[in-house]
């Protein structure tokens, strides 16, 4: 029996090929790959040669065969999408997805996916940056032709540096050209890793969190996508008008003659006597809508703010991400892998001299010690006149504080048997390991109010060891598991990240109020 003909299929195959033979020039080498893939299975399918198998049971079968091994396919190709420029010809988006997909399918753990991609990512693109540091920008002149990266192409990732500046390399993962040279490009330039870093972390953490959610929701919800495509078409035609008409808007309005016009007539409305009410309450309203937005473009969204408040996010989204991580792992899982090895390696180093040294260092991260601490750091602040750090160092100390009982709570760990302290309460973040960060919180502030006191990066590598040593003791000592303490840590890092960032907004309204009233 003949199989049946499919005439769409076979339109559709036409315009494709007639549009790669047109735009040949113009798409990458991925796109180029994909479009004479995608039109010989169309080919295929519309003659009758073939007959498309069933999507869900191919899912089921792809990731049964994958299973572990899901885990060093993600974490491959999250590397090789920057690291030298695999990703022009390897779609590492398909392989995040497919990740995202095994994990909707129950055989591996979305968040060690999360972790594996987002690590590996970072690591491509560092690796890619050393690389342009190293060989320099005639070495991608002189080779690029042989993997595509043509001058046109190099031009259009220099035009794309040009507009966005800094946000380049943020906003670069997110564009498949951009994405494979961005990590290269910014080496070749000279930029230093400490002012990169912060945004790969960002860029690489949201693109492959992005796409594995995005995997793994498909297939929990596998079933209902067939309803959802039928209702889509409205809520797609409305959602292009939104982003067009938003699009003009701020394209309208960056027009510096359209904004005068703007605040002119808006000024005369309100100078009605009717609308006079009105006005006392929307022009100081509208006053610091204009000073957030400012401070939204100038210094949170990745791009043209300070280093330092680009850091803060950066550790916060990862801090964030190994708290909340863990916590969820837990509600389905005693033990998070690690957790025995960790526990195994401290069994076997284990000794009295060492014991004696861990009950001290686990000292460090007690309210007996930290408290004064915290006092005298703050009151130095004071006394320097640096309230800023003063204030992001007690609010993130407090909330620490507060945070830690409140986790235990939900989580409701049970402790580790064997213990050589005595433990009160869950295990699930370990307090100690939380609030141990306030010994990088203190260097940090300390380098940064007082430059003369020693070297800045001395101060911060002091304040380091002393919160991983404190971590490390609470593990060596049998009181939490390794997923506790890094929950900890997580949780830590990102409260006082927090802070630092709120307090830095503060600040900036305050100031420009200032300036405002002058």
Request: net charge positive.
């Amino acid at each position: 029996m003949t199989a049946a003909v499919h005439p769409v299929p076979l339109a559709t195959v036409a315009a494709l090929v007639l549009f790669l033979i047109w735009r040949r020039d113009q798409l990458e080498p991925t796109l180029l790959i994909g479009g004479v893939l995608g039109s010989m299975l169309l080919l295929a399918f519309g003659s009758g040669l073939i007959e498309l198998p069933n999507v869900q049971t191919l899912v089921e079968d792809l990731s049964t065969a994958l299973g572990s091994w899901t885990y060093l396919v993600v974490g491959a190709m999250a590397f090789f999408e920057t690291a030298a420029f695999v990703g022009l010809v390897a779609p590492g988006e398909t392989f995040m997805l497919l990740g995202g997909v095994v994990a909707g399918q129950g055989e591996v753990s979305l968040i060690v996916l999360i972790a594996i991609g987002w690590s590996c990512a970072v690591a491509g693109d560092v690796a890619s940056f050393y690389a342009g540091h190293r060989l320099g920008r005639d070495f991608l002149e002189r080779h690029g032709p042989r993997v595509s990266i043509t001058s046109e192409r190099l031009a259009t990732v220099d035009g794309f540096f040009e507009r966005h500046g800094g946000k380049a390399i943020f906003l670069g993962r997110f564009v498949g050209l951009v994405r494979a040279v961005n990590p290269f490009l910014a080496g070749t330039s000279g930029m230093p890793l400490r002012r990169f870093l912060p945004y790969s972390i960002l860029g690489a953490g949201t693109w492959s969190t992005t796409l594995l959610v995005l995997g793994y929701a498909f297939w929990q919800s596998f079933d209902r996508v067939t309803a959802w495509a039928e209702r889509g078409a409205l809520a797609l035609g409305t959602t292009v008008t939104l982003i067009i008409g938003g699009i003009w808007l701020y394209r309208y309005f960056r027009v510096v003659e359209h904004r005068t016009q703007l605040a002119a007539w808006t000024s005369r409305t309100l100078d009605r006597p009717a609308l006079r009410p009105i006005a006392w309450v929307v022009r100081p309203v509208w006053r610091r809508t204009w000073t957030i937005r400012r401070f939204i473009a100038g210094r949170l969204t990745p791009g043209d703010f300070g280093l330092e408040v680009t850091t803060l996010h950066a550790i916060m989204a990862v801090g964030g991400f190994f708290f909340l991580g863990n916590a969820i792992e837990l509600r389905t899982a005693d033990l998070i892998p690690g957790d025995t090895r960790a526990a195994d390696l401290m069994d076997r180093i284990r000794a009295d001299w060492l014991t004696s040294l861990a009950k001290v260092v686990t000292a460090l991260g007690s309210t007996a010690v930290l408290v004064p601490a915290l006092l005298l750091t703050i009151g130095l602040l004071l006394h320097r006149r640096r309230l800023s750090e003063g204030l992001a160092l007690a609010a993130g100390s407090v909330s620490i504080l507060l945070a830690v009982p409140i986790a235990k709570s939900i989580v409701d760990r049970p402790r580790p048997a064997g213990s050589l302290v005595e433990t009160t309460s869950s295990a699930y973040p370990s307090g100690h390991a939380a609030h141990g960060m306030a010994w990088l919180a203190i260097a940090v502030v300390l380098a940064r109010a007082s430059p003369g006191l020693a070297r800045p990066a001395l101060l911060v590598i002091s304040g380091l060891v002393l919160a991983a040593a404190v971590a490390v003791s609470r593990l060596y000592l049998g009181a939490h598991y390794l997923s506790d303490v890094v929950g900890g840590v997580g949780l830590g890092a990102a409260l006082y990240s927090l802070c630092a960032l709120v307090t830095v907004f503060v600040v900036y309204l305050r100031q420009n109020g200032r300036r405002t009233r002058e």
